[in-house]
């Protein structure tokens, strides 16, 4: 029999927040495929300024239960990722990301030259408006979700974390020196002991805008743009 492989539209839909997890160690080939996943999230002007820590240790989980007041996460889940956002990253040698590119075919010399400058142009006006670490963070936060949705359809729960101390966690993954890192969000990663149902969400029209913030998006006019599209692109 064909196992069931979960659509990341049903992924989205049963990822739960998940507290309380089975002591189960989570396969060296699974953290691998998760953590490959993890890094093929989008990055701005492809810096890859995010990195992950992978802790199973009892003493470092032991290290971020005492970051996080207490939690019963990191005691209990096998596995915690901790994203660090590098904010500084973009001063420093991004040859090697451009061979690859190059190597791909995504890009040639002349796109290579000019995209090196721009994005080292975009960065310096971040740095000069104190937005790099903003930025980071953002990157950090798109590889998290890639990590959340990749990990649901391999059976595994997860938890998105608030109420940590960062410099606690940069001391238990040993960056307690470096003021140019930041810490993102910490999550654990296990298989479930506890069931949670989905609480619900607020309907759509109460957050969901059509051009400016309050205005409500038309059913029929979505339904009237997707047909549009649709004969755009000869679909049938």
Do not use: C
Not at 50 to 64: K, N, Q, W
Not at 82 to 87: G, K, M, S, T
Not at 178 to 196: F, H, K, N, P, Q
Request: glycine content about 6%.
């Amino acid at each position: 029999m064909t196992p069931h492989i979960m659509s990341v539209a049903e992924a989205i839909r049963t990822r739960r927040t998940v507290r309380h997890y089975r002591p189960d160690a989570i396969p060296a080939d699974a953290l691998d495929a998760l953590l490959a996943l993890a890094i093929e999230a989008p990055t701005s002007w492809n810096l890859q300024d995010r990195s992950i820590v992978a802790v199973t240790s009892d003493e470092g989980r032991a290290g971020l239960a005492w970051a996080t007041d207490g939690q019963p996460q990191p005691q209990e889940a096998p596995l915690m990722l901790a994203f660090v956002a590098e904010p500084l990253s973009w001063r420093e040698d991004h040859s090697d990301v451009y061979e690859q590119a190059r190597r791909n075919g995504a890009w040639n010399d002349e796109f290579v030259t000019m995209f090196s400058a721009a994005s080292r142009a975009f960065q310096a006006d971040l740095e000069e408006r104190g937005l790099l670490r903003e930025y980071a963070v953002k990157d950090a936060m798109i590889a998290a979700s890639y990590v959340m949705l990749a990990a649901t359809e391999m059976g595994l729960a997860t938890s998105p974390m608030n109420g940590w101390d960062e410099a606690k966690v940069k001391k238990v993954i040993g960056i307690e020196d470096r003021d140019d890192l930041a810490i993102a969000l910490l999550m654990s990663l296990g298989y479930a002991a506890e069931e949670r149902r989905h609480p619900g969400r607020r309907a759509q029209d109460r957050n969901v805008f059509h051009e400016s913030y309050g205005s409500p998006v038309s059913t029929t006019r979505g339904e009237e743009a997707l047909t549009r599209n649709d004969h755009r692109l000869g679909a049938d």
